[in-house]
């Protein structure tokens, strides 16, 4: 079973644990969520929580996206998101704060990573680069793309082309600290993306 939450990154900054030892950490500004929907196996064949963060103006949103909310007399929220296998017994309405979480703890971090544009093929794909002496005529070009036999480019072939802005998840951080008056959690090492985005919490199975 796992636990899940919503937040965004605020930053980076350091701290020092009890031997001294400078750590670097992530500031993550986390919930509180409320519980907008409840997946069961009998009704939608898999067992989950959605959970939305951030209050946004009804005007925002769609007349469906409104209805969902006033079905359950719940505030708009500008994110929702899943989490499968919460292990927590809640129910509709109920707020997720980060007090779900502990120090030492393991978490997995989803985000998108920050997007870098249009790049060749030197920096998104870490390829060579040729001569740079008088006379040579190739320098940054991405060299031979297909083979002579088969007159074509195959499919998956690395080309330029948009870099970056990608769903990125990074396994096993460890939670530094907790600080639920704060609503703020500090996440050993660096998550994806810019700040202010957003980013998922998911609490490891131990």
């Known amino acids: 079973m796992a636990k899940g939450l ?3 990154k605020v930053g980076m900054t350091q701290v020092f644990d009890e031997n001294d030892n400078m750590v ?7 919930g509180p969520c409320v519980v907008t929907e409840k997946r069961t196996l009998e009704r939608d064949g898999y067992q989950a929580v959605q959970l939305g963060f951030e209050d946004i103006k009804e005007s925002k949103l769609t007349k469906p ?21 919460f292990d927590q017994d809640i129910e509709i309405g109920d707020e997720v704060t980060v007090d779900i979480f502990e120090k030492g703890e393991l978490l997995k971090v989803q985000g998108v990573s920050k997007g870098k544009g249009f790049s060749g093929n030197i920096q998104r794909w870490n390829q060579s680069i040729g001569p740079k002496t008088h006379g040579s005529h190739f320098h ?28 990125t998840t990074v396994h096993n951080l460890e939670v530094v600290k907790v600080d639920p008056e704060r609503k703020v959690i500090l996440v050993k090492g660096s998550v994806p993306g810019p700040k202010k985005t957003l980013v998922s919490l998911i609490g490891l199975e131990k």
């Open 6 to 8: 919503l937040g965004k």
């Open 24 to 30: 670097p950490v992530t500031v993550i500004e986390a």
């Open 65 to 85: 996206e409104l209805g969902q909310y006033k079905k359950h007399d719940l505030k708009p929220k500008r994110h929702l998101v899943e989490f499968r296998n």
């Open 140 to 167: 940054r070009a991405p060299g031979s793309i297909g083979a002579v036999d088969a007159s074509r480019v195959f499919k998956g072939q690395k080309m330029p082309g948009r870099m970056g802005h990608d769903t």
